[in-house]
């Protein structure tokens, strides 16, 4: 949803940054508070989850995207900023060689559960997004993430009763009509493969909106105005 701080450097940009000219703004305040490198754990470690948590009030909507960083090692030296493997409960103790102390790591989704049921007890809308594709093919088609990271932000949503935007898939299905050669000349730069440029971000965030239109019980879909 972000690239780094948001400013475009590289090149490179989110589709959080390109959502709000979708909705009503004298309506509804749009903020983008993702933060590039950090994962589901790093997120809330780092204090970034509670600044937003304190942000939010009553009839808010949360939109959350985590996977790509999570899969990173959970005790390297250069961010120690993975999670365990899975949409359940596991938890392992390591020795943090970053902030230096003993910590207890959890599982994606249990991170992910973490923040829905806060948002949720503060009378928030949340709203599960599975992580962007990477611009990575096999065989004309982009690899998706429907058996790892994007299951298990589907089995979270389901577990808690939370609104679910497949994105991996739906953004997946737009790269395959477009064809391989298209998106990698035109949504990705020659030396990244994950973080998207701005043409890429755009088209990201037109497939969100599209996927708020259509999800059930959700009023989100109220404020947008094309």
Not at 26 to 37: F, P, Y
Not at 47 to 73: A, R, T, Y
Not at 85 to 107: D, H, M
């Amino acid at each position: 949803m972000k690239n780094g701080q948001g400013d475009g450097a590289g090149g490179l940009w989110g589709w959080g940054d390109f959502i709000a000219p979708y909705f009503d703004v004298e309506k509804i305040k749009v903020q983008n508070h993702a933060l590039g490198g950090t994962s589901s754990r790093t997120f809330q470690t780092y204090g970034h989850w509670q600044k937003v948590l304190d942000k939010l009030e009553p009839g808010d909507f949360l939109i959350m995207q985590f996977g790509h960083n999570d899969s990173s090692p959970l005790d390297d030296e250069a961010r120690a900023r993975g999670t365990i493997k899975s949409a359940g409960l596991e938890a392992e103790s390591i020795y943090n060689p970053i902030t230096k102390r003993q910590e207890t790591v959890y599982s994606y989704g249990q991170y992910l559960r973490q923040m829905i049921l806060a948002a949720k007890a503060k009378g928030v809308t949340p709203i599960v997004c599975s992580l962007v594709p990477r611009n990575n093919w096999k065989d004309g088609k982009v690899i998706t993430a429907e058996t790892d990271y994007g299951l298990w932000a589907k089995q979270v949503a389901e577990d808690t009763e939370t609104a679910f935007i497949d994105v991996n898939l739906l953004v997946a299905a737009k790269y395959y009509e477009l064809g391989e050669e298209y998106v990698k000349t035109h949504f990705f730069n020659d030396t990244d493969h994950t973080h998207t440029i701005k043409e890429g971000a755009e088209l990201n965030a037109k497939v969100v909106v599209e996927a708020i239109k259509i999800i059930p019980e959700n009023d989100l879909k109220a404020f947008l105005v094309k």
